[in-house]
């Protein structure tokens, strides 16, 4: 199903092979992104997961190890979790009007722009995932199975809090970041965005 916000602008020109109203649990309109943060949590712990303590804990060419690129993406989620019912309280001080179609677009548009992503490799989008109990963790070391379970169950607390949002405020409140006042779909893209620039940086162009 191609969810289209307005006239020319579908989200499937971000997010293809989309299909919307599987969890039941995130609205619509969040559910899209948040699929796709899923899947990009899964695909990481499926990169994870041949990696013993030692290998996990090296430190790579760029200066940093994976466990450092999984415990910022750890610590970003975290946060995000922490302080989002807390922007959408303050946020429904400010903003009285359901924002236009349009500004979700400008928002991913200047995401994009920020962090200017590649491709994800073909094999991410053939992950099937609509909630985060399903994410899973093939890791054997103990100690990596330990730190992966760790970033599940932030987004576990994570998607409980956006299931929560009314499509009402999923149109009308925001999300206030040290990137900038995000629509709650564009903070959702903006976490995937950032852990997926750490991960390529570090874990998959090391340079």
């Keep these: 199903m191609t969810l289209v916000l307005k006239k020319g602008f579908s989200l499937e020109k971000y997010f293809p092979l989309s299909r919307m109203n599987e969890t039941g649990m995130v609205t619509e309109i969040l559910e899209i992104f948040w699929k796709e943060k899923l899947r990009f949590a899964q695909y990481c712990f499926d990169e994870l997961a041949p990696l013993e303590a030692k290998s996990y804990v090296a430190i790579g060419p760029t200066g ?9 993406m750890i610590s970003y989620d975290r946060n995000f ?7 959408l309280r303050i946020s429904g001080f400010f903003f009285f009007n359901s924002f236009k179609d349009q500004e979700i677009e400008r928002d991913l548009e200047t995401i994009r722009d920020r962090y200017t992503p590649p491709a994800f490799p073909s094999h991410f989008w053939e ?3 609509t909630k985060a109990a399903d994410l899973k963790i093939k890791a054997e070391d103990p100690f990596v199975k330990r730190q992966c379970e760790s970033w599940k169950e932030v987004l576990v607390r994570l998607e409980s809090k ?16 040290l990137t900038g006042i995000h629509t709650i779909s564009g903070a959702i893209n903006n976490s995937t965005e950032f852990c997926h620039y750490l991960w390529n940086l570090h874990m998959v162009n090391p340079t």
Excluded: H, V
Aim: charged letters at 25%.
């Design 162 to 177: 956006l299931s929560g949002i009314s499509e009402r405020d999923a149109y009308r409140k925001r999300y206030t970041s």
């Design 127 to 129: 992950i099937q995932i």
């Design 81 to 87: 979790s922490f302080f989002l019912p807390l922007s």
């Design 64 to 72: 940093r190890s994976a466990d450092w690129t999984l415990q910022q």
